[in-house]
């Protein structure tokens, strides 16, 4: 064991949360992806509870990783400015999959149906929606093991993302509101084109503060 | 024989208790170290100091006037007392300010007064936070374009600054020792109660042993006070406190690790462009520096009247 390992054991037990967290958190964007493309192709269904199930074991697994980072942050295992900032980035990051697992479980509990000329746009936002959290992952890696230059990058390309995902989520309600559907169908389609489009609106925000957190930590 | 070390002991734990706190406070109250882990480094890096380059502030001190057995006791006796008193009225205290005023005092009364040595101590005195200052003010920038080029990662950054100040509140132990021992010692000597080696030790031991046993609440306060500032704030704070003792260790003269904090918090404060350089808390600072050695002087010319008084029947 190198001496650092030794003098620094609590950081680096947070460390290998946090990256195991990061981990998790990707595999729950990952399976919202395959998850919302499998009830596109196929609709509700086995296929799409077997996803949600998978997003639902990743997310509870995160949330048991976050708590642990969190009891190990209040043991004071970092510097106080240093604890805050991971814990606000760690809250903001598991809004984003806490939101991700409920689009597959109103899709799961509702039985949902779409219409098929929103099938196009749907399954753009939701690769929008996964790109923008890629981005996202890789800005949350790059902040934790230490290079601060692409992070502004990465945010920008978050940015963008979410006003596509803005332009495709105003468009589809549009059309549904456009539509001869009736009244409970509309605001059904409604508060799932919603629930969806959220994701890349939360992405943002996380996006946000991790570049205050990479600026902050500069003399 | 045992007024004098009493005393001088007293003032040293004293001194320790107060002054640990400039060298540590950041580092126990961020949790990066053990208070008791803290306190153990500090009291070994106060002897080292006090052993290794104590010499000259003695030498200072105890120019300054000759001392006997009972003038050694009431001037340490008289400077801790000031401390104490100065410490309950919530002032910011130097115990180097307080024990020249009680050496002056006792000078005053006996007639004998060398004031060459005086001027060197006066310009330290009001070159400290001064230069606790400009040298945090130069460091800032210095170390903050180092630190930005290294482009660590939260956790290596982490321990970088972990270790940063570790290392600085050790060299501030070190300076403290090397500084402020001749507060406690140079009496011990100028009074020929001791040798300059034992006097050391006592002075050192003393320190150290304020820093070990009473230093935790001061440390709790002063540590809270610094985290206002970011963690790299706070090391170079205690760096340029560390390294302005330390020079006036070379030049002999004692002086208060609490004004080269403040003068190093007001420096790095003045860089980062802060409007909260609280001007209340510099004038407290400036009648702290007025009073100390004031309250000094007069106790032990009092303490020394006293003990001379005849009765005359």
Known sequence: ?219 | MVLPVVAGGFLGWALGANDAANCFGTAVRSGMLRFRTATLLCAVMVVVGALLEGHAGIETLGGLTSQTALTAGLTALSAAITVTVMTLLGLPISTSQAVVGAILGIGLMQRQLNLEGLEKVVVCWVGTPLGALLLAAALYPLLGRLYNRLDLGVYRQDEALRIGLIAVGCYGGYALGANNVANVSAVLVASGLSTPLEATLIGGGSIALGALTFSRRVMATVGSGVVKLDAFSALVVVLAEALTVHVYAWVGVPVSTSQAVVGAVVGVGLVRGLRSVRLRRLRNIALGWLLTPAIGAALSAALYFVTHLRYVG
């Open chain 1, 1 to 219: 064991m190198k001496l650092a390992d030794l003098l620094f054991r609590e950081q680096r037990e947070v460390e290998a949360r946090l990256a195991e967290y990061l981990d998790h958190w990707w595999s729950c964007i990952d399976g919202l992806r395959a998850g919302m493309h499998s009830f596109l192709e196929e609709g509700s269904g086995e296929q799409v509870d077997f996803y949600y199930g998978r997003v639902d074991r990743e997310e509870s697994t995160s949330d048991g990783l976050r708590r642990a980072v969190e009891s190990r942050l209040f043991a004071k295992a970092l510097l106080p400015e240093a604890r805050g900032d991971i814990m606000r980035t760690l809250e903001a990051f598991d809004v984003v999959i806490n939101r991700a697992e409920s689009v597959l479980r109103q899709v799961v509990i509702e039985r949902l149906q779409v219409e098929p000329w929103m099938l196009q746009d749907l399954a753009r936002l939701i690769d929008q929606t996964a790109e923008g959290c890629r981005c996202l992952h890789q800005a949350g890696c790059h902040l934790l093991h230490g290079r601060d230059q692409p992070i502004a990058g990465l945010v920008r390309q978050v940015d963008e993302i979410e006003s596509r995902c803005d332009h495709v989520e105003d468009a589809l309600l549009e059309r549904i509101f456009a539509s001869d559907l009736d009244l409970a169908r509309k605001l059904q389609l409604k508060d799932f084109v919603r629930r969806l489009g959220t994701i890349s609106d939360l992405a943002e925000e996380v996006a946000d503060h991790l570049h205050i957190v990479s600026i902050k930590r500069r003399v």
